[in-house]
Nanobody
């Protein structure tokens, strides 16, 4: 399994970015995939995840209403649209995945079976 992120960058507070994760190597739809982030000196936290089985999604409370996870199955790509970004949300954002359908509980656990190299998101105040 390979996950490759793109789309990070510098944005002003209140701005938007869209991250993309190109996934390959999954042999069936029995997996969950999502976005996690880690800022310097802080623990990794789950941002948003989805199940490939039924496209169910989950969001951390701190992004609900501002971030949206989606997928383009034809491109094997998962997106994270991030709106109204805050300076404290600057971090390395990772695409992560695991075998198994449940996305919500896994997202909160932050355990990653597979992960990409990460993409830096910087939010200026």
């Amino acid at each position: 399994v390979q996950l490759v992120e793109s789309g990070g960058g510098l944005v002003q507070s209140g701005g938007s970015l869209r991250l993309a994760c190109a996934a390959s190597g999954f042999t069936d739809d029995n997996y969950a995939i999502g976005w996690f982030r880690q800022a310097p000196g802080k623990e990794r936290e789950g941002v948003s995840c989805m199940s490939s089985w039924d496209n169910s999604t989950s969001y951390a409370d701190f992004v609900k209403g501002r971030f949206t996870i989606s997928s383009d199955n034809a491109k094997n790509t998962v997106y994270l649209q991030m709106n109204s970004l805050k300076p404290e949300e600057a971090a390395v954002y990772y695409c992560g995945a695991k075998w198994g359908r449940d996305a919500a509980a896994w997202c909160a656990s932050t355990w990653l079976e597979f992960w990409g190299q990460g993409t830096q998101v910087t939010v200026s105040s």
